[in-house]
């Protein structure tokens, strides 16, 4: 077994332990996991402290329920990630604040991924963000939007007061735009 499936394995034998009301369990999970997902968060936010806020409830909602994680559904790490994006997504639509006038500059790379699959993945981040730069600002907000943010397409219209059908055409063509840039 390499040291990521053994980290992993870890992980969810912590989280099992804490579905069982462990709270050194407890403690060791949020040592071993919080400083990436804080680094995640803050990436996400642009904000310490809503960073902070959302890895907080994070954890609170891991607490209360461990017993919920499936490990044959996947990893714990991955549950983990996944409260705190959807903590984060709520949190960013509560805000009703969509920065969408920057691209995001670096992608926080898979904990699982070797140092070569790294270096592809940031080649490839580098030549999206080229393309998406490549767009009119009409076409890559909502994709940004979508895609980035997870925004659905009707929140996407609430939130730029655009028809549903015009944000719809503005992502399939900006998705159109974006695949005749990569295949450059």
């Known amino acids: 077994m390499d040291d990521i499936s053994a980290d992993l394995e870890a992980g969810n034998a912590l989280m099992q ?21 804080l680094a995640f968060a803050r990436r996400f936010t642009g904000e310490s402290a809503c960073a902070e806020d959302a ?43 969509y920065e969408v006038g920057h691209l995001p500059d670096e992608s926080w ?3 699982g991924l070797s ?30 939007m979508a895609y980035y943010m997870g925004l659905s397409y009707e929140q996407i219209a609430d939130s730029l007061a655009v028809p549903l ?4 055409s503005r992502i399939r063509s900006g998705l159109k735009g974006l695949q005749e840039c990569l295949r450059l």
């Open 55 to 97: 890895l907080q409830d994070t954890f609170v909602q891991v607490w209360k329920n461990a017993h919920r994680f499936r490990h044959e559904r996947g990893s714990a790490r991955a549950w983990l990630y996944g409260l705190l994006r959807y903590r984060l997504l709520n949190q960013q639509r509560r805000s009703s604040r």
């Open 115 to 144: 140092p070569e699959q790294c270096s592809l993945a940031d080649n490839d981040r580098k030549v999206m963000i080229e393309c998406l730069k490549t767009l009119r600002l009409e076409r890559r907000r909502p994709i940004l």
């Open 109 to 111: 790379p898979d904990p």
């Open 17 to 37: 332990a804490c579905a069982g009301g462990d709270r050194q369990a407890f403690h060791q999970l949020y040592l071993n996991e919080a400083p990436r997902m």
């Open 165 to 168: 059908g015009t944000i719809k």
